[in-house]
């Protein structure tokens, strides 16, 4: 009874632990602006973390992809969730706020839940339907604001996070599609290293590395960026992943924005609108409907599962 509360307690634990190292990305990348151009962070951050993935799946001996399907599957991946991801929330870091950025960047499971019913067939329920039109709604009101404010910075930074979470939630789907045909190490690895590949283009075409002022703080700053941000939160949650079940874990998802948001006011004095904060709290109401769903949903098959299996006997 004790070790199984303790590891219950150990899996939260470290849930909200990955929760607050993802909300701190945004606040890491404003961090690092001062000392260079958002696109050579965005290389350098993908490659660092990329290689220390595949120098771990190295280590441990894990198999290397050889399907020609498999790898095209990883550079469709690293362009939409590193290519693109990277490009709209480096670029965004600019003209967002980090809390309010961190909130429209968790609106990707909405639209990975859009997608996956469109390109998977699967099944939407009308809780999932209104979850995902509440995000978008919550992203409206937010826009909005920005436009009769003619705060056009405010309003390029959302539509860059958009799309950035929009190639987020693609790399989602082609995920699950590669699902069990390719070692997860060398999969996130690989395609964090193959989405550096523009990266390094689109930074080298602007000059961006003649104005990289490289010192002990920009070191810091990146690295953190590259092994807090990214390569180490997605460790722990491949080891959450196989302490307990994901319905459980979805749960946790909903402290990202909380927590991107309180790093906001509290470091960087983030000021929101009271239309700016309805949209939020309705982005956070979509989010927490479409894990909640997610949650019951899980419970019912295994329900069903589980008096088809008792009927058999």
């Known amino acids: ?78 362009f939409t969730a590193t290519s693109v991801g990277f490009w709209g929330m480096f670029y965004a870091a600019e003209l967002v706020s980090p809390g309010l950025a961190t909130v429209l960047t968790n609106t990707q499971p909405l639209i990975a839940g859009f997608l996956g019913w469109y390109f998977l067939r699967e099944h939407l329920n009308r809780i999932s339907i209104l979850s995902i039109l509440l995000g978008f709604f919550g992203i409206a009101i937010i826009s909005a604001t920005s436009f009769a404010a003619e705060n056009t910075s405010l309003a390029k930074g959302v539509l860059y996070i958009t799309i950035a979470a929009f190639g987020i939630a693609v790399s989602n789907i082609l995920l699950k599609k590669l699902a069990n045909k390719v070692d997860i190490f060398y999969a996130m690895g690989l395609q964090l290293i193959a989405g550096a590949i ?67 006011i509290i470091y960087f004095s983030e000021f929101l609108s009271i239309l700016q904060w309805l949209g939020v709290f309705i982005i956070g109401v979509a989010i927490y409907l479409v894990t909640n769903t997610e949650n019951s949903t899980t419970i019912a098959l295994k329900k069903s599962n589980i008096d088809k299996a008792g009927r058999q006997i």
């Open 1 to 78: 009874m004790n070790s199984a509360n303790a590891l219950t307690k150990k899996v939260a634990l470290t849930s909200i632990l990955v929760m607050l190292l993802w909300a701190m990305c945004y606040p890491l990348i404003i961090l690092s602006l001062p000392f260079s151009e958002p696109m050579l962070t965005a290389f350098f951050r993908a490659a660092i973390a990329g290689l220390l993935l595949v120098t771990i799946a190295f280590v441990l001996r894990r198999p290397f992809p050889k399907s020609w399907s498999v790898w095209l599957s990883i550079i469709a991946i690293g």
């Open 198 to 264: 523009p990266l390094s283009f689109l930074s080298y075409s602007q000059n961006e590395f003649q104005t990289l002022q490289w010192n002990i703080q920009y070191t810091l700053v990146l690295f953190s960026l590259a092994i807090f941000g990214t390569a180490l939160p997605f460790i722990l949650w491949f080891w959450l992943m196989a302490k307990a079940p994901l319905y459980k874990l979805n749960i946790f998802s909903f402290l990202t924005p909380v927590f991107g948001l309180t790093i906001g």
